[in-house]
């Protein structure tokens, strides 16, 4: 079955310090690997995404996040951390054979940045 | 703003109540999804829309019926439901093709009583 881990419920950093939220994917082929963002009261917005090439991401708000392909895994990191990076933090994946974007999403990891 | 809108914001009704979700996308989008998110689970992907057709229903009771018009508009049509139906309902939008993100609405905040 497909499936998206984030092992961690919750991950709690001072601000300036660098964060890390888990990834690691269960899902047949090469998958496209994104990650989402959700503040209080709205839908969820990209941050960034790995489609081919190199394995260090760069997205949104400084975010990056690197795909290990023999870990299955796709961590999102930044060097740090800003009270304002307090969110709701959600990696999906899509397969790459599907015709349309049917994604699998992981069940969120709430990142808390303490001043 | 995503450009994607979603009508109620929240919803209250009992398990005998019949109701409808409504979201709106003028983004160009040919793609619209519906997704229920409960606290501390994946997202749960529940139907799909392709160009006006469902593509993907993930064995959803019936008692949830969604409607796409025309590509600008979703529908998540709701009766009988029960308490575990409970959830934050999300709708997204996006290009048809494969690789593009999804655009999603703020969402719906449902509570069946």
């Known amino acids: 079955a497909q499936s998206v881990a984030q092992p961690e419920d919750q991950v709690n950093v001072a601000e300036g310090n660098p964060l890390t939220v888990k990834c690691t994917y269960s899902v047949s082929g090469n998958p496209y690997l994104f990650w989402y963002v959700q503040y209080p009261n709205r839908g969820l917005q990209f941050l960034l995404k790995?489609?081919?090439?190199?394995?260090l991401v760069k997205g949104s708000y400084g975010f990056e996040a690197e795909f290990n392909k023999s870990q299955t895994s796709f961590h999102l990191k930044k060097p740090s951390a800003l009270v304002s990076d307090s969110a709701l933090y959600f990696c999906?994946?899509?397969?790459?054979?599907?015709?349309?974007?049917?994604?699998?999403f992981g069940s969120g990891t709430k990142l808390n940045v303490k001043p | 703003e995503t450009g994607v809108t979603q009508t109620p914001r929240h919803l209250v009704m009992g398990m005998t109540n019949k109701k409808s979700l409504k979201c709106e996308q003028h983004?160009?989008?040919?793609?619209m999804y519906w997704y229920k998110q409960s606290a501390k689970k994946p997202l749960e992907l529940m139907f799909v829309y392709s160009l006006e057709e469902r593509v993907e229903n993930n064995s959803v009771p019936s008692r949830f019926s969604p409607e796409c018009p025309n590509s600008s508009h979703l529908f998540l049509h709701l009766h009988t439901l029960q308490p575990e139906d409970s959830a934050l309902y999300l709708c997204?939008?996006?290009?048809?093709?494969?690789?593009?993100?999804?655009?999603f609405g703020a969402g719906t905040r449902l509570s069946v009583l």
């Open positions: 999906a994946v899509t397969p790459r054979r599907d015709n349309f974007n049917k994604f699998y």
């Open positions: 790995y489609i081919t090439g190199d394995n």
């Open positions: 983004l160009g989008h040919n793609a």
């Open positions: 997204a939008s996006s290009p048809n093709e494969n690789k593009n993100i999804q655009y």
